[in-house]
Structures are given as structure tokens and as C-alpha cells.
């Protein structure tokens, strides 16, 4: 019988690359769409069962929630490039005191940014322009993350432990339990028992916090690719992890406080209307941003290993299939936001009126065309993530995420909110522009 190392090296330096971006890719794109579809339907169950006011609360909320899981996720993504390049180089020790360290550094990380979004929750939310019910459903929903994150962040980083040790099927599955049974919860407790927001908060951090125990079970028993181990704290190890996971958490950070700016023009433009079309558009987007990670980040495994073997062609193949997959999907993507517009606003908002449709129409219309060139700087970035050129990936997650929509807000200031619409396009061409740039220097390197 093959032993996982066996399978794991036949699987990313063996199989053909085509069957390769099957096994690896499609699972993975299922996987983050079952998670896309949980806050897809998040979003829907608090809009229709609770109302427009914890509605808009989510909206101002999910920034600050979204930074809760960053630092599990730069420790995550971090971790994963040196352990996969450390396993093709067949230094197991070194991999498994990664994966060990990082763990450890997760927990931690989930106690201290926990703590700090609890305690400063009233402050932080007030900036932003919250006030009375408002403020006060918005203060629910971020507390209770913070109070789990403890025990419910490291979900983030788990995913890529299962990758890389081969379990693609069996993340996949996960993945789709934990959306499931975190939509049950949520229509339990905000439905059946009436609970509020807070419930809401409740049902995700449970549902996460189930399949964390499910996850690491094998990893405890010592079944999988990577043990634990006495851990070895250094300061290159942490480094590194820093470095590599970086882009990913730039992205995370700059984009939600562009995220916290937009909320915050928004509230003094439109009001809470505009604030819920806003999180409308970034509904849609978390639909399809996870299926790019899900098909570009589940080869970064293959990737790394093969970088560590020195298989550069192979490298070059299996990028070109992320490239051609991540151009069709944002492509669809683009054409189902044009055709299907009003079938998109109505799934959020039970009773629109006249005005809110007319500005939610011209906004998905306009937010469509992001994908037109969204996918080009999206496979870049994961693509020099998982070659260890951290400070390429970093520079386009921090335009994209950051420096280009707030270059964008002055540009179109005298468009009023039909300029923020435009924004997402906007910054999407230049991002792309940015990717051809960087990855023609790195072709010659």
C-alpha cells in the first residue's frame, strides 16, 4: 500500500497536469463555492428574516470580522508555501515543526485580535457612522466572533494543511458539512428560536468551530502527512511565514479598510440604502472570488512541492491551466451580473422600493465589468505567492486591495456614488495592468 508521502509526490509531480487541475482545482473550487454560498445565503437569512436595519449592520460588522480571521490566515498561507517546499525538498522535520509553530501562533493570534475587537467594538463601529439600533446590532454580531476566535480562526489555516498532505477530497467534503450546517443553525436560531443578529454570529462560530475538531482529528492521531511536534521557535521560521503569507493578509487588511472607507463615504452619501447595495456587490464578489481561490490556491501545494523539486516546466504547465480557468469563470461571472441583475439585488432585500432598485441596478450593471480583468491579477498574485515571491504578491494585493480604489475615489469624486460603483472596474484594469508588468519581469528573471 502507498504510504500519503508517496501519494502526495505522485500526485503533484506525476500525474498530468490536466488530471492534476481536475483533482486539485475542482475540489477546491466546490469547496470555497459551498463557502460562498453559506454567506450568500448569511446574508439572505439575516435580509429576509431579520429586516434591512441588521442588514445593513452586517455590512458595517463583516470588515472587522474579516480582520478577526486575517492574522489565521497570513499564518496559514504563510506556513503552507515553506512546508510544501520543504516536503519536495524531503526535509519532513522542517515541515513538521512549520506546521506545529504555526498552529500554535493561530491560537494565539485568534486570543489577542479577539480580545482587542471586543473590547473596542463601540468605538470602532461608531467611527464609521453607527448610531442607536444600528450601532447596537452591529456590536452583537462583531462580539461574538471575537469572543470565539479562539477556538474558530484556525478553520482557515487547516484547509491548507489538508491540501498539502493530499486530502483534497477530504477538504472539499469539509468544507461543504461546515456550510451546511452552519445554514441549519443560523435558520434555527434566527427562525425557530427568533434569536437576533447575535444569533446569526453564533451559528458560524459554531458550525466552524465543529469542523476544526473534525479537521485536526487525523492530525492528532498522527494519520496524516504532517505530525505534530516539539515546536522550534525561531525568528527566520516566523520570518518567513510572515513573508510568504503577507500578500494574503495585505489583501485582507487593505481591503477591508477600504471596505471600512467606502462604508464610511457611503453612510454620508446614500445612507443605510447605500451601505446595503454595497454589501450587495460584495456578496456577489465573495461568490466569486472563492472560486478563483479555490481553483489558483489549491495548486499553490503542487506548485511549491514542485519548486522545491526544481520542476520549473511542470510549474509553467500547471499555471497556464489557473490562468485559462480563472478567465473563464470571471468571464461567466460577468455575464450572469449583466443578465441576471434584478434576480441578484431581490435575493437580499425583501421589499425594495423604486429608488433603492434603480441605485442597485446601476451598480451590480457597473460592478459587472470588474471581472472582465479581475482574473489576470487574481492568478498572479496566487502564482507568485506559491513560487516564494512574497514581495510580488504583495505589491499587487496592496494596489489592488488599497492604493488603487482610494486613488480611484478622488478620480471619480465628481460622480458622486455612480463614481463608487465604478471604482471596483476601475481598479481591476489597473491591477491587471500592474500583473502583466511584474510577471514579464519575473519571465526574465
Known sequence: MRTPETDTKTLFTKTPVLKLFFIASVPGAVSMLASALYQLIDGILVGQILGDAPFAALN???PFVVINFSLADLIGVGSAVPISISLGKKEEKEADNYFTCACLMIVAAGILLGSVLFFLAYP????MGA????????VQYLRVYALCAPVTTIIFAVDNYLRIC???RASMLLNIFMSVLTAILEFTFLYIFRWGIWGAGLATCTGMFVCTVIAFYPFFRGKMQLHFCRPKFSGEMIKKIVSCGSPNFLNNIAGRITSILMNFLLMRMGGAQAVSVYGILMYADGFVQPLLY???DS????VG???GAGNKGRIRSIEKCCYTASAAVSLLSAAAMLLFTDIVVRMFVSSPDSAFMEMAHTAVQLFAFTYLTRWFSFATQSYMV???RPREASIISLSTALLFPVILVGVFWPLGLTGIWLNFAGTSLLAGILSAVILRRYRHV
Open 60 to 62: 458595517l460588522a463583516m
Open 124 to 127: 470602532l463601529l461608531r467611527l
Open 131 to 138: 448610531q442607536g439600533e444600528l450601532l447596537e446590532f452591529a
Open 166 to 168: 493530499g486530502r483534497i
Open 294 to 296: 479555490g481553483m489558483c
Open 299 to 302: 495548486l499553490q501545494p503542487a
Open 305 to 307: 512541492y514542485n519548486l
Open 386 to 388: 506559491a513560487v516564494d
